[in-house]
């Protein structure tokens, strides 16, 4: 995925009917919130370019059932 400023590599893009899903795959490593930044990345450029329904996800090859969906997380407001 070419940016204006770098190219971004996700392990794996598919679309089908206007849809995007990205996958980062991960062998060894422990869950890490840089991990879920990353994959979130890929999604927010997918989305600028033009795929408006989009899902991202980490597969970790070394737990079982190790497929999670990333989300983004609502900003907190502060109430005053």
Known sequence: ILSQSENYRPDRVMVLNGNATVVDYKFGETHSP???????????????????????????????????????????????
């Open 34 to 80: 840089v991990y879920e930044q990353q994959v979130l990345r890929y999604q927010r450029l997918l989305r600028q370019m033009g795929y408006h329904q989009t899902e991202a996800y980490l597969w970790y090859f070394n737990e079982q059932n190790g497929l999670r969906r990333v989300e983004e997380k609502p900003a907190q407001g502060k109430l005053f």
